[in-house]
């Protein structure tokens, strides 16, 4: 696929339609419910001057898998595969469900752009028969148009959407009716299991002029036993505890902790903050995610599983690190494994990331906004920091 057709194409038709006609959008564009702010400016400032250990200098342990590796379900009825930054295998009450496959560099050309630490620990080919595909948002290293296309040869699973994505989809030859698109608060069922697209605090866009064209959001996938969350790409904001309150608890929720700044807080929740939404959303076990795939952020590479180690201690939470291609089930918590390098990292206390607008509401949650480390909320609000 040539670059111009990896970029895909702006709703058009009905879906822009239902775009306009959408209380989200104002003068064409999606907006987040809290105003998302950035500091450009610093951000290209620090991009310029570099930063130390921001990729893999040795071959990282990887757990190949095949199809074999699937062939039962989890006797839990609840199964997570990492294959890396986004990409994961949900096995859910007998579903399975692909969440935003990258295969390939997070760029619309294989010729330039961030590419993969380590080879995807399972081929296309390999991957089981799955019941949906699930996908955040339409940055390229959450929809890369190859392994999409690819997918859509190799199974006939739907793809579960936000608002205005499926133009992409439908642009690179997919048929309309595997293309099932939602607004927040919207929701499919794939047989019995429930997929909820939720809120987020990102944005979107292919290109230069098509920012937040297309929605972005988290998914809930609500099985007859067990629930797991996706946050896509999100900053911190309030949506998480009213996420928690409907559709909650959650046996695992899987949330992004890497790519993080100061300068774009907003955009990327970084590790204690995702502790503190995994709390929120009334999660039992938290699995990082979007971090040791690519470089895109000017953070050690390994610094998201430390913090992340770090914030889980201190908050008093259980979170499991898996290595790529590794897998666990909830129902029994691996023991920790430190499979990355130790290489310098920077503390919360040194490197803060906290997003903006938060303040009040985080004091009416009884959290010490002032403070760069997690405290858990408090416990009058009925929520509970050990869950």
Same mark, same amino acid.
């Given at each position: 696929m040539n670059l111009w057709n990896a970029m895909?194409?702006?709703?058009?038709?009905?879906?822009?339609?239902? +775009?306009?006609? =959408?209380?989200?959008?104002?003068?064409?564009?999606?907006h987040n419910a809290l105003p998302m702010r950035d500091d450009m400016w610093l951000a290209t400032k620090k991009w310029l001057a570099g930063a130390e250990n921001r990729e893999p200098n040795v071959a990282l342990p990887i757990e190949q898998r095949t199809r074999a590796d699937y062939a039962a379900h989890p006797g839990s009825g609840l199964r997570v595969?990492?294959?890396?930054?986004?990409?994961?295998?949900?096995?859910?009450?007998?579903?399975?469900?692909?969440?935003?496959?990258?295969?390939?560099?997070?760029?619309?050309?294989?010729?330039?752009?961030?590419?993969?630490?380590?080879?995807?620990?399972? !081929?296309?080919?390999?991957? @089981?028969?799955?019941?949906?595909?699930? &996908? =955040?948002?339409?940055?390229?290293?959450?929809?890369?148009?190859?392994?999409? %296309?690819?997918? !859509?040869?190799? =199974?006939?699973?739907?793809?579960?959407?936000?608002?205005?994505?499926?133009?992409?989809?439908?642009?690179?030859?997919? $048929?309309?009716?595997?293309?099932?698109? &939602?607004?927040?608060?919207? $929701?499919? +069922?794939?047989?019995?299991?429930?997929?909820?697209?939720?809120?987020?605090?990102?944005?979107?866009?292919?290109?230069? &002029?098509?920012?937040?064209?297309?929605?972005?959001?988290?998914?809930?996938?609500?099985?007859?036993?067990?629930?797991?969350?996706?946050?896509?790409?999100?900053?911190?904001?309030?949506?998480?505890?009213?996420?928690?309150?409907?559709?909650?608890?959650? *046996?695992?929720?899987? +949330? $992004? =902790?890497?790519?993080?700044?100061?300068?774009?807080? *907003?955009?990327? +929740?970084? @590790?204690?903050?995702? %502790? &503190?939404?995994?709390?929120?959303l009334r999660g039992k076990v938290l699995m990082p995610v979007h971090w040791g795939t690519f470089n895109l952020a000017l953070h050690p590479w390994t610094e998201p599983a430390e913090r992340i180690v770090a914030a889980s201690r201190s908050a008093g939470i259980q979170s499991v690190i898996p290595r790529p291609g590794g897998r666990f089930e909830p129902a029994s918590v691996p023991r920790f494994e430190r499979w990355w390098p130790e290489l310098p990292w920077r503390s919360a206390d040194a490197a803060p990331v906290r997003s903006s607008g938060i303040e009040e509401w985080l004091a009416e949650l009884g959290v010490e906004s002032v403070s760069t480390s997690v405290r858990a909320p408090s416990p009058e609000l009925g929520i509970d920091p050990a869950r």
């Open positions: 895909g194409k702006r709703p058009s038709g009905e879906c822009l339609a239902r +775009i306009q006609r =959408s209380s989200m959008v104002r003068e064409g564009r999606f595969s990492w294959f890396g930054h986004s990409s994961m295998l949900i096995e859910i009450d007998g579903k399975r469900v692909l969440t935003d496959p990258v295969w390939g560099r997070a760029s619309p050309s294989n010729l330039f752009g961030p590419k993969r630490f380590f080879a995807p620990p399972i !081929a296309l080919e390999e991957l @089981p028969e799955l019941d949906a595909i699930v &996908l =955040s948002h339409d940055h390229y290293d959450h929809l890369d148009a190859e392994t999409v %296309v690819a997918l !859509a040869r190799l =199974s006939r699973a739907p793809f579960i959407v936000p608002l205005g994505v499926g133009a992409h989809l439908e642009y690179w030859g997919i $048929e309309a009716e595997r293309i099932r698109e &939602l607004e927040w608060w919207q $929701e499919t +069922i794939v047989d019995d299991l429930r997929l909820v697209c939720t809120p987020a605090r990102h944005f979107s866009g292919r290109g230069f &002029l098509d920012r937040n064209t297309t929605l972005w959001g988290s998914f809930c996938l609500i099985g007859r036993e067990h629930r797991a969350f996706f946050s896509g790409d999100t900053g911190m904001f309030p949506g998480f505890a009213e996420i928690g309150e409907r559709l909650g608890p959650f *046996d695992v929720t899987l +949330i $992004e =902790s890497g790519a993080y700044d100061a300068a774009w807080a *907003d955009v990327h +929740i970084g @590790p204690e903050q995702a %502790v &503190l939404a995994h709390q929120l």
